[in-house]
């Protein structure tokens, strides 16, 4: 039996180590409860975005609003999201999306390569359209050092003038979710979270459970 003491020192490094953005194994998620933006922004400079205190899944969430433009959306720069996410183990992405107004053509996961004169890769996400004032959960599963050929096989689109889905991965300038419709759109984005490979999680687990007994055995 593991002594108390050491079992909670090795709950608080694995915390320690899940909670740094820059280790693979963390799943890294947003839910703006905090009554702030956090680094995120909107995906339209015609569109505005602001922190909805309550209504969420479960509190606050970002609504997305625009008279005038056909996108709207949440993107950051921010290294929390950025960066190469094939070195971080990510290989998956799930939010939380609710349309509120509007006639929603699309809604897409998107991923911009090193700057903001670059495009990217994106993949539509799984979801109704049509399903006005309700909260839907979309997930999406993929690996980074896929080649072009075997991303598109996925789903996935290369916008103009974007290097391989691989090389995107390994140097993405933006997280964003973009939704674009027509007419007055307002639409709630909750929960963005990157999600690491789940044999990271375990192989982790292992390595910490391992270094706990050798620790107990001294």
């Not at 593991?2 to 740094?20: D, E, K, N, P, Q």
């Not at 890769?121 to 999406?140: E, G, I, K, R, Y």
């Not at 789940?198 to 001294?218: H, V």
């Amino acid at each position: 039996m593991f002594h108390i003491r050491a079992s909670v020192g090795f709950v608080c490094a694995l915390t320690a180590v899940f909670a740094s953005p820059a280790f693979g194994a963390f799943a890294h998620g947003e839910g703006w409860d905090n009554s702030t933006l956090a680094g995120w922004d909107s995906s339209s400079n015609l569109a505005d975005v602001s922190v909805m205190p309550a209504g969420g899944t479960p509190q606050g969430y970002v609504e997305c609003c625009s008279a005038i433009s056909t996108v709207v959306g949440v993107q950051t720069p921010s290294d929390d999201w950025t960066g190469n996410l094939a070195a971080a183990g990510i290989t998956g992405v799930t939010v939380d999306l609710k349309f509120q107004l509007g006639n929603y053509t699309d809604a897409r996961l998107r991923f911009r390569y090193q700057d903001s004169f670059s495009n990217g890769w994106t993949l539509p996400l799984t979801t109704d359209l049509a399903a006005n004032n309700t909260w839907q959960h979309c997930s999406v599963s993929f690996d980074p050092t896929w080649t072009d050929t075997q991303a598109i096989a996925a789903g996935w689109f290369q916008e103009t003038c974007t290097p391989s889905f691989a090389e995107t991965m390994a140097d993405v300038y933006t997280s964003e979710v973009r939704l674009t419709g027509s007419d007055v759109l307002i639409a709630g984005v909750d929960n963005f979270t990157l999600v690491p490979e789940p044999a990271s999680i375990g192989l982790l687990a292992l390595s910490g459970l391992a270094m706990l007994r050798r620790r107990n055995a001294a």
